[in-house]
């Protein structure tokens, strides 16, 4: 099969999985600003946490002024607990200034205007494309580009580069859904280092798991052990060792 069959079966198989999948981060949908500034306090800090901290960071500051306005201090010590305060507390503060005063206190609607915001890259600004606009859009997240490298759907590392690999073969208009989705069978499933082969429901068409090279290292090594006693070897493998022997 393509990648864009290929693509089609994972998105088909997760939307089954996950029916109800959606951002894990929790906010006002009639304030946008408030998903754009959970998703700045979620860099290298878990959504839960987040959702910890915004539920008293968004009662205290109800508006976008209010962000613009917020004392640095009181800002960092707010948002201690998420990590990087410092520069979150900075980038959060710029960006609600900026949002007022070129953009009319209204989120943009493309990625290319979200990210001259602040602390802003293109994750953020998929997601705002994604959930606020309900436009095509790709959050290449570690779930994401972890997951869609092993089912052989994308390669490599660079989070632009795989936006592009799978903007190029998922059907565009349920891409959105399909990178929420990916977070959830990242969390319970296809567990970074301990990959849960035997439950994910894309093992069928994965690349990892029909051993064709594989290109995580780290899931690599947590294959399970069961799944070669189960499988035959490929025939690259079967080949390898046919000249070993003869050696």
Avoid: W
């Amino acid at each position: 099969m393509d990648l864009k069959e290929k693509a089609v079966l994972a998105v088909d198989a997760l939307e089954k999985e996950y029916p109800d999948a959606q951002c894990s981060l929790v906010y006002d949908p009639e304030k946008a600003y408030e998903l754009l500034i959970s998703t700045r306090l979620s860099a290298q800090c878990t959504d839960a946490r987040v959702n910890i901290v915004t539920k008293d960071l968004f009662q205290k500051y109800t508006s976008l002024q209010d962000f613009a306005n917020a004392p640095i201090e009181e800002m960092e010590e707010m948002i201690k607990t998420c990590g990087l305060f410092k520069t979150k507390a900075r980038d959060i503060i710029a960006m609600s200034q900026m949002l007022i005063k070129d953009y009319g206190g209204i989120l943009p609607d493309t990625v290319e205007e979200l990210t001259k915001l602040p602390g802003i890259g293109r994750k953020t600004a998929n997601l705002i494309v994604g959930d606020i606009y309900h436009k095509p859009a790709v959050v290449c997240d570690t779930h994401c580009i972890r997951i869609t490298n092993l089912l052989g759907l994308s390669q490599g590392k660079n989070p632009l580069q795989v936006e592009k690999q799978l903007r190029a073969v998922l059907p565009m208009d349920r891409a959105n859904d399909f990178c929420h989705r990916l977070v959830l069978h990242g969390r319970d499933v296809c567990v970074a280092n301990r990959p849960k082969c035997d439950r994910c429901c894309m093992k069928d068409f994965c690349s990892f798991f029909q051993g064709d090279a594989p290109s995580d290292k780290a899931a690599t090594e947590s294959k399970p052990a069961s799944k070669s006693a189960s499988k035959p070897a490929s025939k690259k493998s079967a080949a390898k060792s046919s000249k070993s022997k003869a050696k």
